[in-house]
């Protein structure tokens, strides 16, 4: 009988893994490694959460360059950050100001200045470009749908995460931890999911407020997207992507499916 329940199990457990396997290629031989890294916005941000971090403050910038120089590991031959592509010559001016002078001073840094130029100075880097793509879309729809459809998965799932929240203690973590959290797989879902997903829950009879609205979020991150793969990129660039953390977890999806890139894990640089 022992034999036999093991035999079973290491059956199973075959039949697993051969799912797991892919059946065909469909990535390019020539595909190109990218390190799409997740951060909250280190300066000022109109989004609908922010995190209380002091930019100017000088342990504060320590520490960021300090995640640089493990994340520099990687040798990206191209930087992406999340600002629009009308700015890539201030961007680019900026930059190289900053690699002619590290010590000097921004007036409004966030995570680009902080931990993008650094990561591309210790890099080398010589290419760099925003590719966001502004797109308003009604977050706080669930407050203003009435007679919604009578299923509270909306309310119970917020219940569920304030208490995670809490019990999570993000806000007192290390930026090290913090940043380790932004890029956990389970943790990009959940922004997937407050972000656009969850809103198709809220609706009235017939009708596709919260869909629509999710719809957009996701409308606008398939146009930064698009504005990526409009960057020449060569087989030998190594492409590191910095951008707010729902950003990040929109294109690990679009990512895993397109033939052109293959994603390289971050957790491999986050010591």
Known sequence: M???????QLLIISQLQAQQKPIFQDKFPDAVPVLNFGTFHMGFTSDATSVDFDEHNKKNQEDVHKVAKMLAEFKPTVIIVEDIPENNHLIQKAYQDYLNNPEMKFKHPSEIELLAFEIGRLSKTTRIYGIDHQMSYN????????EKVNDNTYERYFELIEKEEV??????????????????????DFLLNVNADILTYVSTKGNFEGADEAAKYYHRNIRMFSNLNQIELKADDRV???MGASHTAFFNDFMKRSPRYKLVDPFLYLK
Do not use: A, E
């Not at 977050?139 to 009435?146: D, E, G, H, L, T």
């Not at 930026?175 to 943790?187: M, S």
């Open 240 to 242: 590191f992507i910095l």
């Open 2 to 8: 022992n034999k036999l329940f093991l035999f079973l």
């Open 167 to 188: 019990r999570l203690n993000y806000d007192n973590l290390s930026l090290l931890d913090k940043l380790k959290v932004d890029n956990h797989p389970q943790y990009l």
């Open 139 to 146: 977050y706080m729809i669930p407050n203003s749908v009435k």
